[in-house]
């Protein structure tokens, strides 16, 4: 989904929210309501981060010999969470009217390869064997482990604990918009 979409769904929210705490002149609001606005973001991306790997294979040639490669890959990893999991239990209203939200766990929702930054480094194959291909597949096999391996570096990074402080300011502040003045965001997880 393109910003505009974004931004048409969060002004379509708050503007729901708006109209329907203003009109009944009280702080209630319909906590179905709100899970069903929420819902309708679908997928909260909160967090981008660029990461680079290096990968290396090495593949045995039959008889004899060997091919390698090594490929730099940079790609882009967004991380958020997925609101349309949102279950009608999952947001509550206090007595004293404090809305309790309790959110999804973070998660990587994308990863796109930078195509101009990615690049083969080297490849070769053992000199006394010229007359074995290159294979077709290891460059194959080297983007796809290192699509793992970014998955994997921008969690140790911290993507996801970034991903889910970014969702709570966020959700708090769509929230705070809609004329709630006091929200408790639960993380996943946590009961």
Do not use: C
Request: glycine residues 6%; charged residues 25%; without cysteine.
């Amino acid at each position: 989904m393109n910003r505009i979409a974004w931004l048409l769904l969060l002004i379509a929210l708050v503007g729901f929210l708006w109209v329907y705490t203003s009109a009944s002149h009280t702080p209630e609001l319909d906590t179905q309501a709100v899970v069903t606005q929420v819902r309708q973001l679908n997928q909260l991306a909160t967090v981008r981060y660029t990461v680079q790997k290096v990968i290396g294979l090495r593949e045995q040639k039959q008889p004899v010999g060997s091919e390698s490669i090594l490929l730099v890959m940079q790609a882009r990893v967004e991380a958020g969470i997925d609101l349309s999991s949102l279950r009608n239990q999952d947001i509550s209203r206090r007595p004293d009217g404090t809305l309790v939200v309790r959110m999804p766990p973070a998660r990587i929702l994308n990863v796109a390869v930078d195509e101009k930054e990615t690049k083969v480094w080297d490849r070769a194959k053992t000199w006394w064997t010229p007359w074995v291909p290159y294979s077709l597949d290891l460059e194959q096999r080297a983007r796809r482990e290192g699509l793992e391996a970014v998955k994997i570096g921008a969690v140790d990074m911290g993507i996801l604990k970034d991903a889910e402080r970014n969702a709570d300011a966020s959700i708090r502040g769509l929230l705070g918009l809609a004329g709630v003045k006091s929200v408790v965001i639960i993380p996943a997880g946590i009961s």
